[in-house]
């Protein structure tokens, strides 16, 4: 979430996020949506959130004499080259420093911040549904992938068992479970959002009624 003091126009930032992701080429990801406010059509962004699959790109590791290559992440590797340029900067979230991982990084882009959210085919339903929100509404997704013996546990789908340390109580204080009831067993790939609803109960909603 952004701690950004003022919000833009709508076209503003979408301009803004265009201009942002024209800094990359095909080759750094497989898949881009825009998400938060300005997917759903909010006339006042404060944000923007960018979801993404990256793709493994091969990088010369020896500075080219001898043409040796590592793969790595094209999206972060990109993201680093673009601050190092100075086209980009790291966002710093008050007192809590920078995020700069390989799934998540903020950063500042014509003083406007924007947040990448790197996920993989297997995950990008639930991580562009869940990035889009608004926060009430991805709690209500959660919540119905909970009722349906599932759980949103690392960024992905898990199928779940009855939680053996607390006997699937819920009300009970679980480390095992994070009080859930539900222990994760086996990842369910999850490409769209369509998808993602079913798993959740709930009738697949466009972005701007959410």
């Not at 990256?54 to 590797?77: K, R, W």
């Not at 710093?92 to 920078?98: D, E, I, V």
């Not at 819920?170 to 095992?176: E, P």
Request: aromatic share 10%; glycine share 10%.
């Amino acid at each position: 979430m952004s701690d950004a003091k003022f919000k833009r126009p709508k076209e503003q930032a979408y301009q803004d996020a265009c201009d942002l992701r024209g800094l990359f080429r095909a080759e750094h990801f497989s898949q881009w949506e825009f998400g938060g406010s300005l997917r759903r059509g909010v006339s006042f962004v404060g944000d923007v959130e960018h979801v993404v699959i990256a793709n493994s790109i091969e990088v010369n590791i020896d500075g080219g004499l001898f043409g040796q290559t590592q793969a790595v992440n094209g999206m972060c590797h990109h993201l680093d080259r673009l601050v190092a340029d100075k086209l980009l900067a790291k966002h710093l979230y008050g007192t809590t420093g920078y995020r700069w991982g390989e799934k998540y990084r903020g950063v500042d882009f014509r003083g406007f911040n924007h947040e990448f959210f790197l996920c993989t085919e297997t995950n990008w339903g639930p991580t562009l549904a869940i990035r889009t929100g608004p926060a009430e509404f991805s709690q209500r997704l959660v919540v119905g992938l909970l009722k349906n013996g599932m759980r949103q546990h690392e960024g992905m789908v898990w199928r779940c068992d009855r939680c053996e340390v607390c006997s699937g109580d819920r009300s009970t204080a679980c480390s095992d479970c994070n009080s859930t009831g539900l222990t994760p067993r086996e990842v369910i790939p999850c490409s769209t959002e369509q998808s993602y609803f079913e798993l959740c109960g709930i009738k697949m909603i466009s972005p701007q009624a959410r």
